[in-house]
């Protein structure tokens, strides 16, 4: 069913509107739109509101009595390697300077035929067949050579392979800006096995083999700073050494080798020789216009550097 509106109403809609937008008073609360150019917002995320009205079921859990089992501060540990030097040698006092037929030195080789009979030969044999205290002193120098040449070249492949994990830190410390030339020169006494130590880490039968080896040798050894300027040693003068150097093997594993795993220092060693140091000489403090003068730059000896 349609409805007819008559032409005349319609027309006098139009009328009225028409007059509507001619009258000021409603002009003014049409709504005027200004394009205006704001600062650029970057998105915003929105934050997660669920994790606020998250319940903690572990502490629900805890105040209800329940058990909970207890979180435990993990730290990887490297079992490859023990983490210290146990049971170590006592260097006698003296060693290399005193006769074997001296007071002294019957003394000195007491002591040592005691610290010996007190090794744990029998269960490095045990797990290592191979070992022998008349052959082992000079595979062990064969490692010591080359772990010194590859510190010097910083091979540092080949050096992890002949030192401990716990070592090479200690032999690579401070040598990042610096040169080092270091060679072998000779034997001056034959090396030997003077104490050698089976304790066990982590469990009972975890089984790591120390042996502790005098070395007395001649070397070459000569360090550089990053600019090229000597701070010990000294390439043309060789020099006699003696150390006790700590070997260490993993018994428990079957592809385990000996590697080089720390030096004894007794405390009647001499101390080691001051490092020469590089320093800068400071120099006249000149003005924007002034012009620096190599004849006119003279430090009085009074002066200290």
Known sequence: MRF??????????????????????????????????TKKRYFIPKTDDAKKHTIDLEA????????????????????SCTAGI?????????????????????????EQLRQSAASQLAQIREHDPKFNTKEFPSRAMEIFVEAHNSLAQFN???????????????????????????KFVESLESPRVVHARCPDMVSKGNLYGQVTLRIHYKQIVAVYDRFGRLMLGDENEPRDVLEYVVFERHLKN?????????????????PKDPIMKTVMIPGPQLKPWEEFKSHNNEVSKSEGV
């Open 4 to 37: 007819k509106v008559p032409l005349q109403r319609l027309m006098c809609h139009s009328v009225q509107r028409e007059v509507a937008l001619l009258n000021p008073a409603v002009q003014c609360h049409l709504p005027l739109v200004i394009p205006l150019r």
């Open 60 to 79: 629900l859990s805890r105040a209800a009595g329940v058990v909970t089992q207890q979180e435990y501060m993990e730290r990887a540990i490297n079992i």
């Open 86 to 110: 146990f049971d170590p040698y006592v260097p006698p006092e003296g060693d290399a300077r005193l006769s074997k037929l001296s007071k002294e030195g019957i003394k000195q080789r007491t």
């Open 156 to 182: 540092k492949e080949k050096l992890h392979k002949l030192v401990t994990e716990r070592c090479y830190p200690d032999m690579v410390r401070g040598n990042r800006y610096k040169t080092i030339h270091w």
């Open 254 to 270: 079957p592809y385990g080798c000996w590697r080089l795993h720390g030096k004894i220092i007794p405390d009647w060693a001499p």
